[in-house]
């Protein structure tokens, strides 16, 4: 069972990147998914989950109308669009899966990838 984590880089404010989350040894689409990120100094944070149906159940108001989940299950990857970047946007981000359902809480989850660094910097 794995998690791979993609997309990260470096962008300016303003700017845009997609993340992607790919499942390998198991089925995606079996499981609610959510990103995280985690800044240094700072705990890990729920950024934004959707449900194995495919409705998304939340977004952290600092993201709000400027990141999109979504995900593919016939690609067993999971995405997150985040547009608009800010500097605060700078993080450790992390996708995991729970098989239950979408919650914030880091311990609602049960694997985890290993993390893509976003940089938003001028």
């Known amino acids: 069972v794995q998690l791979v984590e993609s997309g990260g880089g470096l962008v300016q404010p303003g700017g845009a990147l997609r993340l992607s989350c790919a499942a390998s040894?198991?089925?995606?689409?079996?499981?609610?998914i959510g990103w995280f990120r985690q800044a240094p100094g700072k705990e890990r944070e729920g950024v934004s989950c959707i449900r194995r149906s495919g409705g998304s159940i939340y977004y952290t108001d600092s993201v709000k109308g400027r990141f999109t989940i979504s995900r593919d299950n016939a690609n067993n990857t999971v995405y997150l669009q985040m547009n608009s970047l800010k500097p605060e946007d700078t993080a450790i981000y992390y996708c995991?899966?729970?098989?239950?359902?979408?919650?914030?809480?880091?311990?609602?989850?049960?694997?985890w990838g290993q993390g893509t660094q976003v940089t938003v910097s001028s």
């Open positions: 995991a899966s729970s098989a239950k359902f979408c919650t914030p809480s880091v311990s609602g989850y049960d694997y």
């Open positions: 040894g198991f089925t995606l689409g079996a499981y609610a």
